[in-house]
């Protein structure tokens, strides 16, 4: 029942067809409840009247006024029915036009909303961002490439160093080759082999009290 607040504009006050339609449904649903409590006190008259006897006619009289009475609250009661489904029917359909107009006022500020958002990037402004995104990541592609060619030169790619390299490999084996080639160096190696073969076969000296 509060969805008709959006319609009314005014808080929590209901708009008027709606207040109209909640008292008719009150109004009936009372008229419902009081003809129910006549019915239910007309029966148990008749059933009063009836248990006095056929012989018993006053008592007869009354328990057929009375069930004349029970069929008039019936047919009442059967056309209040009637009324309160009519009016429960528009109270519906009117707070389903009431969600309906909410739902298109929210759609209608959303839109405004997205327009106004899209008003403030306007598209050049875009296609100027990604340009400039495009030019920062070629420019640390670039930096990312210079870095690893700097660091190839620590792995052979620097054909300077490799140069230099192969020039002191073959003076280092140059000089090996003098050194073989020197008279004091080869007599020096195999006396120091005989020294090593010496110290090997000498036996180890005991120590002082030990037998």
Same mark, same amino acid.
């Given at each position: 029942?509060?969805?008709?607040?959006?319609?009314?504009?005014?808080?929590?006050?209901?708009? #008027?067809?709606?207040?109209?339609?909640?008292?008719? !449904?009150?109004?009936?649903?009372?008229?419902?409840?009081?003809?129910?409590?006549? =019915? %239910?006190?007309?029966?148990?008259? =008749?059933?009063?009247?009836?248990?006095?006897?056929?012989?018993?006619?006053?008592?007869?009289? @009354?328990?057929?006024?009375?069930?004349?009475?029970?069929?008039?609250?019936?047919?009442?009661? %059967?056309?209040? =029915?009637?009324?309160?489904?009519?009016?429960?029917?528009? @109270?519906?359909?009117?707070?389903?036009?009431?969600?309906?107009?909410?739902?298109?006022?929210?759609?209608?500020?959303? #839109?405004?909303?997205?327009?106004?958002?899209?008003?403030?990037?306007?598209?050049?402004?875009?296609?100027?961002?990604?340009?400039?995104?495009?030019?920062?990541?070629?420019?640390?592609?670039?930096?990312? !490439?210079?870095?690893?060619?700097?660091?190839?030169?620590?792995?052979?790619?620097?054909?300077?160093?490799? #140069?230099?390299?192969?020039?002191?490999?073959?003076?280092?084996?140059?000089?090996?080759?003098?050194?073989?080639?020197?008279?004091?160096?080869?007599?020096? @190696?195999?006396?120091?082999?005989? /020294?090593?073969? /010496?110290?090997?076969? @000498?036996? /180890?000296?005991?120590?002082?009290?030990?037998?």
């Amino acid at each position: 029942a509060n969805m008709g607040n959006t319609c009314s504009g005014e808080g929590n006050v209901l708009p #008027e067809p709606v207040n109209k339609l909640h008292a008719a !449904a009150a109004k009936i649903e009372t008229q419902l409840q009081d003809l129910d409590r006549k =019915i %239910a006190r007309a029966e148990q008259d =008749i059933k009063k009247n009836v248990a006095l006897g056929p012989e018993n006619k006053a008592a007869k009289q @009354r328990a057929l006024r009375t069930l004349q009475l029970k069929k008039m609250y019936e047919e009442q009661r %059967a056309n209040l =029915i009637g009324t309160q489904f009519n009016v429960e029917e528009l @109270r519906a359909h009117h707070e389903q036009a009431d969600v309906a107009f909410t739902a298109i006022q929210a759609m209608k500020a959303g #839109e405004e909303e997205m327009r106004a958002q899209q008003a403030k990037m306007p598209v050049d402004m875009i296609d100027d961002l990604r340009m400039e995104m495009d030019e920062t990541a070629e420019d640390i592609k670039m930096i990312s !490439a210079s870095l690893a060619e700097s660091a190839g030169a620590l792995d052979g790619s620097d054909e300077a160093a490799m #140069e230099e390299l192969k020039k002191l490999e073959a003076d280092l084996e140059m000089e090996m080759k003098g050194q073989l080639a020197d008279p004091a160096f080869s007599d020096a @190696r195999p006396a120091a082999a005989s /020294a090593q073969v /010496a110290a090997r076969q @000498r036996p /180890a000296r005991r120590p002082i009290g030990v037998s």
